[in-house]
């Protein structure tokens, strides 16, 4: 089942109103990632301010999520001696059935679920759908209802919940964030169609076109039948048959067990018979005539091909919708702060924790297109993370800003964030506020120097090629030209001299034009703005006192950093070594998940510490200093190979290699990499990425010698990640073009209509005149003239009309082109998947991200051979 968005609150009242003191604890299962900690933060914030007790169970991966079904949701069904509840799913179980993975409905069972409701919120893509149109205890079976949709719980109508749904009685329940009931039409008919169809068995047969096998199917029926399709004999013919009605005639049998009753006919001949036979003529009498019979139904051969093709269709509608690709929608933290906002709970807290989840997303690229490079447009509204859906969720979260932290007005003073500088200390000793600013794209700027700041920036290394010494010739001239020394950019930025800092922007915004950085900083003309579009670029900061300020991208950054790597290491050397075990050995899978775990609760106490955050800054300076050098090493020693669908590299020779271990970490210098070979790309095409404007997606695989396996992951090239978002506007501006169109050319037809009846009555008055003037002589022939010159003129007022209305019909045809579904989607899923059943390499495929795999060492070079065959974007 799933929650419309307009119903998001419904579920949370309902547990409000019947939670009691003797009801078991809502048990959350939380993945491994920034997103996921901050909703689970704004959850559970929700939770306590109600006293409503909860558990927090970390998931890092699919045999985690399975042992979580087993030891904790299980026990919880009544059928097992639990009491029900609820199980919130954050990030966690969106692409499989859950159902089947938490042991909710056992095979064999006709009571499933008993009573364990499970809240999905998830921001992975594609659904199963199997949780959003079913996932629901089927009501018991009764004369009236027998198929799966009559059988669904009231308020329940196609998977979606209704106002008059009452929860409680278990089930998966998806939170829509609008896609479902805006994109999955077509899926949700071919799921409810094949629930309801009958089994049947597929023997692969081809079953043709449907228009042969009905006129096949008419062929036989009117061979067959005898009496509605023949002709009635005469009396006079009746010796000529005799032979012929003589003969036994067998029953015609279908392919199941019983046979087909033939058609009603007439009584067969009785050797010898007298014309005035009475029986005879009475019962021919009361015998219907034959074309009055009902024609034949089609023969159980037939309903069953055409059972077997309908579900084929559907089956294949399924089939495409899960082979699209990955990608990403909604944040989960964006979505709990709706909730927090339907329930009138929005603070500041709450707030911040939804802006560090959705900014924590553009940094590990997951955009509309999967793990992706981010997309660089010249329209910076539509450019980079989920494209305008992302522009109008980071609008709204401006918004929110202003209006929990208004302005201070009457104090006279002048605001840094106005005047162009980035805030770096607080305005009070109690101040806890956001704020808006222009931050540019450097990293962690406010705990490092500038010149560090400015090196380990993604956004710079691909753009200036700092690999290269040529590249850092580049960033020292940039540095040169806006009149900043090496000495005083390399000292703490913090205590940089201020006029500097004043003046950093506008040097930057001269400048940056120069070197292919046109997105580095907000410009001028996004400042003061208070509506529409207001601030775009702008990012956000919330200080603590005296004690720190920092911004959502900082605190992105080091939780993400606490969940890779650990508070507690700051060299290689520090790193933990994972036991040497074979990796299909259970026991190895589990000690690597409780190593991760620690990590998370480290992470979620960092977003509520803010010292405990500070302590986490020399960790993300650690590991994107390594990113830096790892990164730099393989372009400049050029280690990057090119197959046939993708490009690819291996860490296993760097000093830093245990730490790309963690999938969180490869992502991040996976994504590093491809977006410097984007940019060569656009750089060698003349702007535009390779594929059709996909761009080279990119595979990295880091080597992990204790465990003897690659950890792999596929990333996209940086092209059409935002496609369907910008589709969706454009198809929608196109449809009311469309429409004023369609109005303007209807008033245009009634003004021709009307000036061809008036010119149609000024003839035909004109034909009077002359009729009545050469009445005499030729008349006739002038006026069938007349007429064929009328017709003619006609027509061609008429030809030109529908030549007009066809030019304008194809134009608007090629307008309504769309790319295809799916365009620039991650397939690597998929096609690992593909991989692993036509090989026999010892592949783990455990992550919620289905880009990231592990492959044994030994069956690495054939696993990347096979991939190097299949298609790996959409």
């Given at each position: 089942?799933?929650?419309?968005?307009?119903?998001?609150?419904?579920?949370?009242?309902?547990?409000?109103?019947?939670?009691?003191?003797?009801?078991?604890?809502?048990?959350?299962?939380?993945?491994?990632?920034?997103?996921?900690?901050?909703?689970?933060?704004?959850?559970?914030?929700?939770?306590?301010?109600?006293?409503?007790?909860?558990?927090?169970?970390?998931?890092?991966?699919?045999?985690?999520?399975?042992?979580?079904?087993?030891?904790?949701?299980?026990?919880?069904?009544?059928?097992?001696?639990?009491?029900?509840?609820?199980?919130?799913?954050?990030?966690?179980?969106?692409?499989?059935?859950?159902?089947?993975?938490?042991?909710?409905?056992?095979?064999?069972?006709?009571?499933?679920?008993?009573?364990?409701?499970?809240?999905?919120?998830?921001?992975?893509?594609?659904?199963?759908?199997?949780?959003?149109?079913?996932?629901?205890?089927?009501?018991?079976?009764?004369?009236?209802?027998?198929?799966?949709?009559?059988?669904?719980?009231?308020?329940?109508?196609?998977?979606?919940?209704?106002?008059?749904?009452?929860?409680?009685?278990?089930?998966?329940?998806?939170?829509?964030?609008?896609d479902i009931e805006d994109e999955l039409s077509k899926e949700r008919d071919a799921y409810l169609a094949l629930v309801d169809m009958p089994e049947i068995q597929d023997d692969g047969q081809d079953l043709g076109?449907?228009?042969?096998?009905?006129?096949?199917?008419?062929?036989?029926?009117?061979?067959?039948?005898?009496?509605?399709?023949?002709?009635?004999?005469?009396?006079?013919?009746?010796?000529?048959?005799?032979?012929?009605?003589?003969?036994?005639?067998?029953?015609?049998?279908?392919?199941?067990?019983?046979?087909?009753?033939?058609?009603?006919?007439?009584?067969?001949?009785?050797?010898?018979?007298?014309?005035?036979?009475?029986?005879?003529?009475?019962?021919?009498?009361?015998?219907?005539?034959?074309?009055?019979?009902?024609?034949?139904?089609?023969?159980?051969?037939?309903?069953?091909?055409?059972?077997?093709?309908?579900?084929?269709?559907?089956?294949?509608?399924?089939?495409?919708?899960?082979?699209?690709?990955?990608?990403?929608?909604?944040?989960?933290?964006?979505?709990?702060?709706?909730?927090?906002?339907?329930?009138?709970?929005?603070?500041?807290?709450?707030?911040?924790?939804?802006?560090?989840?959705?900014?924590?997303?553009?940094?590990?690229?997951?955009?509309?297109?999967?793990?992706?490079?981010?997309?660089?447009?010249?329209?910076?509204?539509?450019?980079?993370?989920?494209?305008?859906?992302?522009?109008?969720?980071?609008?709204?979260?401006?918004?929110?800003?202003?209006?929990?932290?208004?302005?201070?007005?009457?104090?006279?003073?002048?605001?840094?964030?106005?005047?162009?500088?980035?805030?770096?200390?607080?305005?009070?000793?109690?101040?806890?506020?956001?704020?808006?600013?222009?931050?540019?794209?450097?990293?962690?700027?406010?705990?490092?120097?500038?010149?560090?700041?400015?090196?380990?920036?993604?956004?710079?290394?691909?753009?200036?090629?700092?690999?290269?010494?040529?590249?850092?010739?580049?960033?020292?001239?940039?540095?040169?030209?806006?009149?900043?020394?090496?000495?005083?950019?390399?000292?703490?930025?913090?205590?940089?001299?201020?006029?500097?800092?004043?003046?950093?922007?506008?040097?930057?915004?001269?400048?940056?034009?120069?070197?292919?950085?046109?997105?580095?900083?907000?410009?001028?003309?996004?400042d003061g703005k208070d509506r529409g579009g207001a601030k775009d670029g702008w990012g956000f900061v919330r200080s603590w006192g005296w004690r720190a300020t920092l911004s959502a991208q900082d605190v992105g950054v080091v939780v993400g950093?606490?969940?890779?790597?650990?508070?507690?290491?700051?060299?290689?050397?520090?790193?933990?070594?994972?036991?040497?075990?074979?990796?299909?050995?259970?026991?190895?899978?589990?000690?690597?998940?409780?190593?991760?775990?620690?990590?998370?609760?480290?992470?979620?106490?960092?977003?509520?510490?803010?010292?405990?955050?500070?302590?986490?800054?020399?960790?993300?300076?650690?590991?994107?200093?390594?990113?830096?050098?790892?990164?730099?090493?393989?372009?400049?020693?050029?280690?990057?190979?090119?197959?046939?669908?993708?490009?690819?590299?291996?860490?296993?020779?760097?000093?830093?290699?245990?730490?790309?271990?963690?999938?969180?970490?490869?992502?991040?210098?996976?994504?590093?990499?491809?977006?410097?070979?984007?940019?060569?790309?656009?750089?060698?095409?003349?702007?535009?990425?390779?594929?059709?404007?996909?761009?080279?997606?990119?595979?990295?695989?880091?080597?992990?010698?204790?465990?003897?396996?690659?950890?792999?992951?596929?990333?996209?090239?940086?092209?059409?990640?935002?496609?369907?978002?910008?589709?969706?506007?454009?198809?929608?501006?196109?449809?009311?073009?469309?429409?004023?169109?369609?109005?303007?050319?209807?008033?245009?037809?009634?003004?021709?209509?009307?000036?061809?009846?008036?010119?149609?009555?000024?003839?035909?008055?004109?034909?009077?005149?002359?009729?009545?003037?050469?009445?005499?002589?030729?008349?006739?022939?002038?006026?069938?003239?007349?007429?064929?010159?009328?017709?003619?003129?006609?027509?061609?007022?008429?030809?030109?009309?529908?030549?007009?209305?066809?030019?304008?019909?194809?134009?608007?045809?090629?307008?309504?082109?769309?790319?295809?579904?799916?365009?620039?989607?991650?397939?690597?899923?998929?096609?690992?998947?593909?991989?692993?059943?036509?090989?026999?390499?010892?592949?783990?495929?455990?992550?919620?991200?289905?880009?990231?795999?592990?492959?044994?060492?030994?069956?690495?070079?054939?696993?990347?051979?096979?991939?190097?065959?299949?298609?790996?974007?959409?």
């Amino acid at each position: 089942m799933y929650l419309p968005r307009q119903l998001i609150s419904k579920l949370y009242l309902h547990l409000q109103n019947t939670r009691h003191p003797l009801s078991p604890p809502v048990l959350i299962l939380v993945a491994l990632e920034t997103d996921a900690l901050c909703a689970c933060r704004i959850l559970t914030q929700l939770l306590k301010h109600d006293y409503i007790p909860h558990k927090i169970q970390p998931v890092a991966g699919y045999s985690d999520l399975e042992r979580a079904g087993t030891e904790l949701v299980s026990p919880m069904m009544e059928t097992r001696g639990g009491a029900g509840g609820v199980v919130v799913c954050l990030g966690v179980g969106g692409m499989v059935d859950l159902g089947t993975v938490l042991g909710l409905e056992p095979e064999g069972e006709e009571n499933t679920f008993g009573g364990v409701e499970v809240w999905v919120i998830d921001s992975h893509r594609p659904w199963n759908l199997g949780n959003i149109f079913g996932g629901f205890p089927l009501e018991p079976e009764t004369e009236d209802a027998r198929t799966f949709s009559a059988r669904t719980p009231i308020g329940v109508n196609g998977g979606r919940i209704e106002r008059a749904y009452k929860p409680g009685k278990g089930g998966i329940i998806v939170m829509d964030d609008g896609d479902i009931e805006d994109e999955l039409s077509k899926e949700r008919d071919a799921y409810l169609a094949l629930v309801d169809m009958p089994e049947i068995q597929d023997d692969g047969q081809d079953l043709g076109d449907s228009d042969e096998d009905e006129s096949e199917n008419e062929k036989d029926t009117g061979d067959i039948s005898v009496g509605a399709g023949r002709k009635r004999k005469s009396w006079a013919d009746s010796d000529e048959d005799d032979d012929e009605d003589d003969r036994p005639r067998q029953r015609r049998r279908s392919n199941s067990s019983s046979p087909i009753p033939d058609s009603p006919r007439r009584p067969q001949h009785r050797g010898l018979i007298s014309l005035r036979d009475d029986a005879l003529f009475s019962s021919d009498a009361l015998e219907a005539p034959p074309a009055a019979q009902p024609p034949r139904g089609p023969s159980a051969k037939t309903l069953r091909r055409r059972l077997l093709r309908l579900r084929r269709e559907n089956e294949g509608v399924l089939r495409e919708y899960y082979r699209l690709g990955t990608s990403y929608s909604e944040p989960i933290s964006s979505m709990m702060y709706s909730l927090a906002s339907e329930l009138g709970r929005e603070d500041n807290d709450l707030l911040w924790l939804a802006i560090v989840g959705v900014t924590s997303m553009e940094l590990y690229g997951r955009s509309s297109a999967g793990i992706a490079v981010a997309a660089r447009r010249s329209d910076a509204r539509v450019s980079g993370w989920l494209g305008m859906r992302g522009a109008r969720i980071r609008q709204l979260l401006r918004d929110e800003v202003r209006r929990l932290n208004p302005p201070e007005i009457g104090n006279g003073r002048v605001l840094p964030e106005t005047t162009g500088i980035i805030p770096t200390t607080a305005r009070s000793p109690e101040d806890t506020s956001i704020r808006l600013s222009p931050e540019p794209k450097f990293l962690l700027i406010r705990h490092w120097s500038l010149y560090d700041s400015m090196l380990h920036s993604p956004y710079l290394f691909s753009r200036l090629k700092t690999w290269s010494e040529a590249g850092m010739k580049r960033l020292h001239k940039l540095l040169a030209k806006m009149g900043v020394s090496l000495v005083q950019c390399k000292q703490s930025y913090a205590h940089m001299d201020m006029m500097l800092k004043r003046e950093l922007r506008t040097k930057l915004l001269k400048y940056a034009s120069l070197y292919n950085l046109d997105e580095l900083v907000p410009t001028i003309d996004t400042d003061g703005k208070d509506r529409g579009g207001a601030k775009d670029g702008w990012g956000f900061v919330r200080s603590w006192g005296w004690r720190a300020t920092l911004s959502a991208q900082d605190v992105g950054v080091v939780v993400g950093a606490l969940l890779e790597v650990g508070k507690n290491t700051t060299s290689a050397g520090d790193l933990p070594a994972g036991p040497s075990q074979d990796l299909l050995d259970v026991d190895n899978n589990q000690s690597q998940s409780e190593e991760w775990i620690p990590r998370f609760w480290e992470a979620y106490d960092a977003l509520e510490d803010i010292e405990a955050l500070k302590a986490g800054l020399p960790t993300a300076q650690y590991l994107h200093k390594a990113i830096f050098t790892t990164g730099t090493t393989i372009l400049k020693k050029k280690q990057i190979s090119h197959l046939r669908a993708f490009r690819m590299c291996v860490v296993k020779d760097s000093p830093d290699a245990t730490l790309f271990n963690h999938p969180g970490a490869l992502t991040k210098l996976a994504l590093w990499i491809g977006e410097a070979l984007a940019e060569q790309e656009k750089e060698a095409t003349g702007g535009r990425l390779a594929h059709g404007g996909r761009g080279t997606p990119l595979v990295v695989a880091s080597l992990d010698d204790k465990r003897g396996v690659y950890v792999v992951v596929g990333t996209g090239g940086g092209g059409g990640p935002d496609t369907k978002f910008l589709d969706r506007e454009s198809a929608k501006k196109r449809a009311e073009e469309k429409e004023a169109k369609a109005k303007a050319k209807e008033a245009q037809r009634r003004v021709k209509d009307k000036i061809r009846a008036e010119k149609k009555e000024a003839k035909r008055k004109e034909k009077e005149e002359k009729k009545k003037a050469k009445s005499d002589a030729g008349g006739d022939d002038d006026e069938e003239e007349d007429n064929e010159q009328d017709s003619d003129d006609d027509s061609d007022l008429s030809d030109s009309d529908s030549d007009d209305d066809d030019e304008s019909d194809q134009d608007e045809d090629e307008l309504d082109q769309e790319l295809e579904r799916g365009y620039g989607l991650n397939k690597f899923g998929t096609a690992f998947q593909d991989v692993v059943a036509e090989t026999n390499a010892r592949v783990r495929i455990d992550s919620f991200e289905h880009c990231v795999v592990e492959v044994k060492k030994e069956d690495l070079s054939g696993f990347l051979e096979s991939l190097s065959m299949k298609v790996v974007i959409g």
